[in-house]
T-cell receptor, first 117, second 112 residues
Framework: ETGVTQTPRHLVMGMTNKKSLKCEQH?????MYWYKQSAKKPLELMFV???????ENNSVPSRFSPECPNSSHLFLHLHTLQPEDSALYLC????????????????FGDGTRLSIL | RKEVEQDPGPFNVPEGATVAFNCTYSNSASQSFFWYRQDCRKEPKLLMS???SGNEDGRFTAQLNRASQYISLLIRDSKLSDSATYLC?????????????FGIGTKLQVIP
């Protein structure tokens, strides 16, 4: 059983649709992350939130818009996506972000498998 | 040079065999390291952290070689259930900044 839950598990949408991915963590962590996993590529970090503030945005197109209303919830709003955006989107959390000397692994949700028609 | 490099495999090994994977990293300032396991169409799950002195968890042994900038994962007495992709993760920390980099993963297939 994962302490990080993501919904929906699967999503098929057209390029003009607007949808949102949801992530909730039940671990009391202070940092949350969005990753994109495409076939035959390493996980790509998209966004990082620490204590509800965005601390990293890895040159992600504006058609992806994150939102972190509190430390337990993270959303990824999708708008006007492209076929190449089809991928598995993974949410993760860790106790803290950027604590020097720490050894803090990330805990992942099951992911949302997104298909863009 | 890629920041984190892994041989994607697949490594096909018979049950009971010992198998080892390496993962090299380019930034010598990297500070913490992990191995994750990812089953097909599932999320990555933490397998073990990698400590400077090396660490063992049952059949799994992780080691860090800072001089040569690689980490390794050794699996003894392979089980069918070990079949998965093993992801190497490297953390670079400093000045309030954290960079987490995943390798592409090494696919292991344990065959009967």
């Amino acid at each position: 059983e994962t302490g990080v839950t993501q919904t929906p598990r699967h999503l098929v949408m057209g390029m003009t649709n607007k949808k949102s991915l949801k992530c909730e963590q039940h671990l009391g962590h202070n940092a949350m992350y969005w990753y994109k996993q495409s076939a035959k590529k390493p996980l790509e970090l998209m966004f990082v939130y620490s204590l509800e503030e965005r601390v990293e945005n890895n040159s992600v197109p504006s058609r992806f818009s994150p939102e972190c209303p509190n430390s337990s919830h993270l959303f990824l709003h999708l708008h006007t996506l492209q076929p190449e955006d089809s991928a598995l989107y993974l949410c993760a959390s860790s106790q803290e972000f950027a604590t020097v000397g720490s050894n803090q692994p990330q805990h992942f949700g099951d992911g949302t498998r997104l298909s863009i028609l | 040079r890629k920041e984190v490099e892994q041989d994607p495999g697949p490594f096909n090994v018979p049950e009971g065999a010992t198998v080892a994977f390496n993962c090299t990293y380019s930034n010598s300032a990297s500070q913490s390291f992990f191995w994750y396991r990812q089953d097909c169409r599932k999320e990555p799950k933490l397998l073990m952290s990698v400590y400077s002195s090396g660490n063992e968890d049952g059949r799994f042994t992780a080691q860090l070689n800072r001089a040569s900038q690689y980490i390794s994962l050794l699996i003894r007495d392979s089980k069918l259930s070990d079949s998965a992709t093993y992801l190497c993760v490297v953390n670079l920390l400093g000045g309030g900044y954290q960079k987490v980099t995943f390798g592409i993963g090494t696919k292991l297939q344990v065959i009967p």
